[in-house]
């Protein structure tokens, strides 16, 4: 895997063209695809293509989570990106951040000083030290 030329501007639209969209688990918009789709923007490769259409709801993502032998969504990431320092994350990288869901915590896109992430009402922004685990986009 690697980025794309253009990985930026490919980046951007995919982030904008999410912008309103609300978190729904059964149309397919939630925090893991929303960061998929934008690694598949900058590097042309889908990290999410086993998991899309599998489920629709928070419960049949997790049952499809530890199906897979996953504990949560960081360790589903893991398997695929490797792991850095927070610190050491670059605007693209993908960023964890906990809460208390079932999931461990929410996936977003690192945009610089913050992160993106998709909220109820669509994307926002949170500020990058909430990030507990950062995945190197290669």
């Known amino acids: 895997m690697k980025r794309l030329k253009d ?7 995919a982030i904008e063209e999410r912008r309103r969209q609300p978190f729904d688990f059964a149309s397919g918009v939630d925090c893991a695809l929303m960061a998929a789709d934008c690694v598949l923007a900058m590097t042309g490769e889908d990290l999410a293509e086993p998991f899309r259409g599998r489920y629709s709801t928070e419960v049949g993502a997790m049952r499809v989570i530890r199906n897979e032998g996953f504990a949560d969504l960081a360790d589903l990431v893991a398997a695929r990106l490797d792991e850095i320092d927070p610190v050491r994350a670059c605007v693209g990288d993908v960023a964890f951040i906990p809460d208390d869901s079932c999931f461990g915590g929410a996936l977003g896109i690192v945009i610089g000083e913050q992160v993106a992430v998709l909220h109820i009402d ?7 030290t909430q990030m507990s685990k950062a995945f190197r986009v290669p």
Request: a positive charge; glycine letters at 14%; aromatic letters at 8%.
């Open 7 to 13: 990985w930026r501007h490919r980046l951007h639209t």
């Open 122 to 128: 669509g994307i926002g922004v949170v500020d990058r």
